[in-house]
């Protein structure tokens, strides 16, 4: 039953296994998501058996996290230095608390034991019409557990494939570009846990993080100067809860030249506003974030543990 399930699903989406087909069941889960009104993955997740709830599914958040509410419930002991002093992480100048789950468990996927920050949700607002079960959002999964088991995220077909046996699937490149027509495009992952790609605008080279959990791909408005855009305002106000906390002005336009790898996206709107938020240990000069609205519209698939990001072009010119 597993087996029939598990393979046509992969290769509707694009997944190319190259260990033998009779082993494919024991080598990867997929756990089908429900994506909101605002474009964002949310995964099925029960923490210690719990009723199932959703989390977002964000790469650009280097831990994991789960609601304060949710951690009492359940209550999830606090993580311990060896001396029993309590673990937390800082930030926005405010100390949060590190907590330990014993299972996370999405579909049928083991993802734990784990550590969650426990830190307020801020998309409570966001709706979908896809979860089959009441749609009660209580956390995100993190990188610390995304490249632990080398997960997959399609955009297209809005699946997460995750591997059972090591940090990362064995997928085949070569037909996602020959086959399929996607651009592959190489993943850096910074020593801060950050999913870091190399773009160019003109002839300036920038790095990007790749951010499920960022609506708008949003640049720097320095570069919006730099190469002297025209653009126009809007009504949006940009905010960041899990980094700086600070709102501000969102502009949009296209961006003539602007490339993502060896991938022309300068036919696409993206917006502008600050969005930097300290020492994110890339390679180049920060460019912005690379957003699930791109991210959905050049149909990206994200493989962590492989290092690879593919992209589309959009038709839609």
């Known amino acids: 039953m597993q087996r029939?399930?598990?393979?046509?699903?992969?290769?509707?989406?694009?997944?190319?296994?190259?260990?033998?087909?009779?082993?494919?069941?024991d080598s990867f889960a997929v756990v089908p998501t429900a994506r909101s009104?605002?474009?964002?993955?949310?995964?099925?997740?029960?923490?210690?058996?719990?009723?199932?709830?959703?989390?977002?599914?964000?790469?650009?958040?280097?831990?994991?996290?789960?609601?304060?509410?949710?951690?009492?419930?359940?209550?999830?002991?606090?993580?311990k230095t060896r001396d029993n002093v309590n673990v937390t992480v800082t930030n926005v100048g405010k100390k949060l608390p590190i907590v330990y789950a014993e299972s996370i468990k999405s579909g049928d996927m083991e993802l734990g034991p784990g550590y969650l920050v426990a830190e307020s949700v801020e998309f409570s607002h966001e709706k979908t019409r896809q979860a089959r079960i009441p749609f009660d959002k209580e956390g995100l999964i993190g990188m610390n557990l995304l490249l632990k088991h080398g997960a997959v995220i399609n955009c297209r077909t809005q699946q997460i494939f995750f591997s059972r046996q090591g940090s990362k699937l064995p997928l085949s490149s070569e037909r996602y570009q020959k086959e399929w027509g996607y651009t592959y495009i190489p993943i850096r992952i910074t020593p801060h846990g950050y999913v870091e790609?190399?773009?160019?605008?003109?002839?300036?080279?920038?790095?990007?993080?790749?951010?499920?959990?960022?609506?708008?791909?949003?640049?720097?408005?320095?570069?919006?100067?730099?190469?002297?855009?025209?653009?126009?305002?809007?009504?949006?106000?940009?905010?960041?809860?899990?980094?700086?906390?600070?709102?501000?002005?969102?502009?949009?336009?296209?961006?003539?030249?602007?490339?993502?790898?060896?991938?022309?996206?300068?036919?696409?709107?993206?917006?502008?506003?600050?969005?930097?938020?300290?020492?994110?240990?890339l390679s180049h000069e920060y460019g912005g974030l690379i957003g699930a609205d791109l991210l959905f519209k050049c149909r990206a698939i994200i493989d962590l543990g492989n290092r690879a990001l593919y992209l589309l072009p959009d038709r839609k010119r």
Do not use: C
């Open 4 to 25: 029939s399930i598990l393979v046509p699903l992969a290769a509707t989406a694009g997944i190319v296994l190259l260990a033998p087909m009779g082993n494919a069941q």
């Open 37 to 79: 009104d605002q474009l964002h993955l949310f995964a099925p997740v029960s923490v210690n058996g719990s009723q199932t709830k959703w989390f977002l599914i964000d790469t650009g958040a280097p831990l994991s996290l789960i609601s304060p509410s949710a951690q009492k419930a359940l209550s999830l002991p606090q993580a």
């Open 197 to 281: 790609v190399v773009g160019t605008i003109g002839s300036s080279p920038y790095s990007f993080v790749v951010d499920t959990g960022a609506f708008w791909t949003t640049l720097e408005p320095a570069i919006r100067n730099r190469e002297h855009l025209s653009y126009y305002n809007t009504r949006i106000v940009t905010r960041l809860p899990y980094a700086t906390g600070q709102t501000g002005a969102f502009t949009m336009t296209k961006v003539p030249g602007f490339k993502i790898g060896e991938q022309d996206v300068s036919n696409l709107i993206v917006g502008f506003s600050e969005t930097h938020f300290g020492d994110l240990g």
